[in-house]
C-alpha cells in the first residue's frame, strides 16, 4: 500500500459531501493559497484537509493511478481525481516557465554549475526514484551596445520525482550542447536499433 493510499484512508471517516467539499477547499488553497487559510478549518477537518492538499501537490500519473486502487467511495475518489487532471493540466501549460516551482532548498535536490551532466542520472541511480516530469528555462543577459548580444546564456532544468521531490541542474552554454550532443547520439543509436530486423521484436 502506498503512503498516498494510507494519507487518505482517513477520509474514509467522513461522509462523501464533506469529504468532496475539502477536496475543493484544498484545490482551491492549491491554486491560491490566501484563499482558505488553514486557521479557519475547525479541528475535526484539518487532518483530513491537509492529507488532500499534500496529495494535490505531488499531482501526477502515479498519484492518479493511487487513487484509482484506492478503497474510497466512488464520488470521492472521481472528484478527487478530477481536480488532480485540472492541477496536472495547469502545470503542463506552464511547461518552460518554471512557475510551479518554489526556490526552497529543503524541496529540492541541488545540482551546481560545474557538476558533470552524468551525476544527474547517479540522483535516480542511488536514491531508486523515478522520473515523473521535466520543466526548463533559459536565463541570459542583453548587452546594453547596439549589437544586442546576448551574453552569458544558461539553461535551468528542474526534474520532478515521482515522490514529488524536484531537482534542479543549471548548464552552461558549452555543458547544453554537450547535453544537447548526447541526445542526438542516443536518438541516433535508437533509430539505427529500429532499423534493424529483429531487434523490436
Known sequence: M???I??????????????????DSAYDYYIDPSSYPLKKLT???R???SAIYSVLKKAGIKVYKDISASSLPKPVKSHLQTKLASIYEINAKRMGLLTTYKDECDKKRIVDANTQ???????FSETGKKYESCQ?????ILSHSKLHRVMMPEVVIEI??????KVKMTLSGGQFDELRRQVALLLRSMHQ???VPGMNR
Do not use: H, M, R
Not at 551532466?117 to 540522483?123: K, T
Not at 526548463?136 to 541570459?140: F, L, S
Open 136 to 140: 526548463w528555462k533559459v536565463n541570459y
Open 43 to 45: 479541528i475535526n477537518v
Open 47 to 49: 487532518a483530513p484537509f
Open 6 to 23: 494510507k494519507s487518505l484512508a482517513i477520509l474514509k471517516k467522513l461522509d462523501d459531501e464533506t469529504a468532496i467539499q475539502l477536496i
Open 193 to 195: 536499433i529500429e532499423c
Open 2 to 4: 502506498s503512503a498516498i
Open 160 to 165: 520532478q520525482l515521482e515522490d514529488g521531490e
Open 117 to 123: 551532466i552524468e551525476s544527474i542520472d547517479n540522483v
